[in-house]
């Protein structure tokens, strides 16, 4: 059973188009979600979220988690062709030791 | 300068060879790891490591191991190189001991097994 989701799993938008990517968790005793961005080689990190409806911002991406609902959103506005990545979710936890589960990433294709 | 550095970038050898591969970091963090990506894109975490821990995802076989000669260096040893080890590893670092701290990872090294 996935303890991270995301969703959609691919998504192709065209230049200047606002998107969002979803991650879900199902986890007891969270302690943190980040975003990476993965473009050819390695990932990037991108945001990292602890508390709830604090959204982290920068430039075209933003970030917001919900702890009621256990999820968080990653928006990207105006979006470019040199947004076109994997992105991906990770949640740590504290399970028999702290933990870190990765989702299988949003693929995002931006076309012009 | 690259902050993570990984030799090699691409390694090919045959099932049942025993091979490593190193990992350096220039940031001066505290915490290194290890993760396996998978054809699917799936990144999985497979050893975190600081001065005082190894903690080590119990999904992982025990031909996999990890030696750290210092702080800045985590190297990965794979004993009976199997097929299904073929991916790309990755090696990554941070500051602090939590898993959940910004990581900075290196550009991979592409394995396959023949």
């Known amino acids: 059973e996935d303890k991270v989701v995301q969703s959609p799993l691919s998504l192709v938008v065209h230049e200047g188009d606002t998107v969002t990517l979803n991650c879900s968790y199902e986890?007891?005793?969270?302690?943190?979600l980040l975003w990476y961005k993965q473009e050819k080689k390695a990932p990037t990190f991108l945001f990292m979220l602890?508390?709830?409806?604090i959204e982290k911002k920068s430039g075209r991406l933003s970030s917001i988690l919900d702890k009621k609902e256990l999820f968080s959103i990653l928006n990207i506005t105006a979006t470019q062709t040199g947004d076109s990545a994997i992105y991906l979710c990770?949640?740590?936890?504290?399970?028999?030791?702290?933990?870190?589960?990765f989702g299988k990433g949003t693929k995002l294709s931006v076309i012009p | 300068d690259t902050a993570v550095s990984q030799t090699p970038k691409y390694l090919v050898t045959q099932m049942g060879n025993d091979k490593s591969i190193k990992c350096e970091q220039n940031?001066?963090?505290?915490?290194m790891y290890w993760y396996k990506q998978d054809s699917k894109k799936f990144l999985k975490i497979m050893f975190s490591y600081n001065n005082k821990e190894l903690i080590i995802n119990e999904t992982v076989p025990n031909r996999f191991s990890p030696k750290s000669p210092d702080k800045a260096h985590l190297n990965l040893h794979i004993n009976s190189l199997e097929l299904g080890d073929s991916a790309v590893y990755f090696c990554?670092?941070?500051?602090?001991?939590?898993?959940?701290?910004?990581?900075?990872f290196g550009d991979g090294t592409r394995l396959s097994i023949l």
């Open positions: 986890v007891t005793n969270f302690r943190s």
């Open positions: 990770a949640v740590e936890y504290l399970q028999g030791g702290y933990q870190l589960t």
């Open positions: 602890t508390s709830s409806g």
């Open positions: 990554a670092s941070s500051h602090g001991t939590g898993v959940g701290q910004p990581q900075h």
């Open positions: 940031l001066g963090h505290d915490t």
